[in-house]
């Protein structure tokens, strides 16, 4: 089994920063692609952002130019920058991981336990 261990959520006022953390421990042989997603209250889970094994990234419209995703493969660790944050920006961001355990094994999703953003205004 494969373990997310997200931090870095908070409270934080409008226009200000945080910096997510998702790290994997467990069996795994190679990731592909990681993201974060987040759920407000009352919404549906949304893509926020992801990043390829190569390095490609893709954002949300909402957040692009503020919110910064990158990954270290050597620690299996997915970060998120977000700057000049928003109230609307509140939610429970979750990290998500497409990974092998071995060579030439199906791609499993494992998703974190979720943090909690709140901006205020």
């Known amino acids: 089994q494969v373990q997310l261990v997200e931090s870095g959520g908070g409270l934080v006022q409008a226009g200000g920063s945080l910096r997510l953390s998702c790290a994997a421990s467990g069996t795994i042989f190679s990731i592909n692609d990681m993201g974060w997603y987040r759920q407000a209250p009352g919404k549906q889970r949304e893509l926020v952002a992801a990043i390829t094994s190569g390095g490609s990234t893709n954002y949300a419209e909402s957040v692009k130019g503020r919110f910064t995703i990158s990954r270290d493969n050597a620690k299996n660790t997915v970060y998120l920058q977000m700057n000049s944050l928003r109230p609307e920006d509140t939610a429970v961001y979750y990290c998500?991981?497409?990974?092998?355990?071995?060579?030439?094994?199906?791609?499993?999703?494992?998703w974190g336990q979720g943090t909690q953003v709140t901006v205020s205004s």
């Open positions: 998500k991981l497409s990974y092998r355990r071995v060579l030439g094994g199906f791609t499993i999703n494992s």
